[in-house]
């Protein structure tokens, strides 16, 4: 009996390699593990934000940052397996990842440098401490909404910021959704790496969006989480032609290693 509930905690694949939904069983233990890891989670994650933001120096709030995003996966009981990061280049870099769940975000804290800001959507901004943090930490905010004047401006500042160096961060789907498969990318990411001549690094995120599933607040522990870090693509041209190679090749290189369909 408890080979079995080992077996049905730590498995996140069908035979074929697709995400198999929750069995009831799944969903029973992942509510009775977040009575428990839940709390834990929250003072967790409220002491080390109300810690970092006191803390002076953006590149040492930063590392604060990554060291409390690591020790928050380890307390939800997430296993963590990360291949290619070698690969990522020391300068300045744009990494495209899939989206899948809230999780992503922490994910990518724990597993990039602490060089790597993040594009995030304005509205996190609003949000009491989340909001503070966010900004202590250098993150850039963009408009995901109607309003075209900031929207143009939140471009420009991220423009701006790949022009000055900056490691970045983004989601190109610029959402997530309960049902699995990659949606659409936005070109924001691929014009400003053509731009600036910046190389775009993709990743594939796999096991996120069965370990917190949108709509949900009731994490998987036993979960395994495997990313994987593709080879840099770099620009070579100055073109909307190659804004569209970029863009088509970072998606099948993220397709490539992801147990999901294309949902473009």
Same mark, same amino acid.
Not at 139 to 162: C, E, K, P, T, W
Not at 166 to 178: L, Q, V, W, Y
Not at 218 to 227: D, E
């Given at each position: 009996?408890?080979?079995?509930?080992?077996?049905?905690?730590?498995?996140?694949?069908?035979?074929?390699?697709?995400?198999?939904?929750?069995?009831?069983?799944?969903?029973?233990?992942?509510?009775?593990?977040?009575?428990?890891?839940?709390?834990?989670?929250?003072?967790?994650?409220?002491?080390?934000?109300?810690?970092?933001?006191?803390?002076?120096?953006?590149?040492? &709030?930063?590392?604060?940052?990554?060291?409390?995003?690591?020790? +928050? $996966? #380890?307390? /939800? %009981?997430?296993?963590?397996?990360?291949? @290619?990061?070698?690969?990522?280049?020391?300068?300045?870099?744009?990494?495209?990842?899939?989206?899948?769940?809230?999780?992503?975000?922490?994910?990518?804290?724990?597993?990039?440098?602490?060089?790597?800001?993040?594009?995030?959507? &304005?509205?996190?901004?609003?949000?009491?401490?989340?909001?503070? +943090? $966010? #900004?202590? /930490? %250098?993150?850039?905010?963009?408009?995901? @909404?109607?309003?075209?004047?900031?929207?143009?401006?939140?471009?420009?500042?991220?423009?701006?910021?790949?022009?000055?160096?900056?490691?970045?961060?983004?989601?190109?789907?610029?959402?997530?959704?309960?049902?699995?498969?990659?949606?659409?990318?936005?070109?924001?990411?691929?014009?400003?790496?053509?731009?600036?001549?910046?190389?775009?690094?993709?990743?594939?995120?796999?096991?996120?969006?069965?370990?917190?599933?949108?709509?949900?607040?009731?994490?998987?522990?036993?979960?395994?989480?495997?990313?994987?870090?593709?080879?840099?693509?770099?620009?070579?041209?100055?073109?909307?032609?190659?804004?569209?190679?970029?863009?088509?090749?970072?998606?099948?290189?993220?397709?490539?290693?992801?147990?999901?369909?294309?949902?473009?």
């Amino acid at each position: 009996m408890v080979n079995k509930l080992s077996q049905i905690i730590m498995s996140n694949f069908g035979p074929h390699g697709e995400i198999e939904p929750r069995k009831p069983l799944e969903n029973w233990l992942s509510r009775l593990g977040s009575v428990v890891s839940l709390p834990l989670a929250s003072l967790w994650t409220l002491g080390n934000a109300s810690i970092i933001c006191l803390i002076p120096g953006q590149l040492r &709030r930063r590392r604060m940052a990554r060291a409390s995003a690591r020790g +928050l $996966l #380890r307390l /939800l %009981g997430l296993r963590i397996q990360a291949h @290619g990061l070698p690969s990522l280049p020391p300068g300045r870099c744009i990494v495209v990842a899939n989206h899948a769940s809230y999780l992503d975000g922490i994910l990518l804290t724990a597993i990039l440098p602490p060089r790597f800001t993040f594009v995030i959507k &304005r509205e996190m901004a609003d949000f009491p401490l989340v909001g503070l +943090l $966010l #900004r202590r /930490l %250098g993150s850039l905010f963009v408009d995901r @909404g109607g309003n075209s004047a900031r929207a143009s401006a939140d471009s420009h500042a991220i423009l701006q910021g790949a022009a000055q160096g900056k490691a970045i961060g983004i989601f190109p789907e610029g959402t997530f959704k309960r049902q699995s498969g990659l949606l659409p990318f936005r070109s924001g990411a691929f014009v400003t790496a053509v731009k600036h001549g910046i190389p775009i690094c993709p990743i594939t995120i796999n096991g996120t969006r069965r370990a917190l599933p949108a709509q949900s607040y009731c994490i998987l522990a036993g979960t395994r989480i495997v990313i994987t870090m593709h080879q840099p693509l770099i620009p070579e041209l100055r073109s909307r032609q190659e804004r569209l190679r970029l863009q088509t090749q970072a998606r099948e290189a993220i397709l490539s290693a992801l147990n999901e369909p294309d949902r473009e």
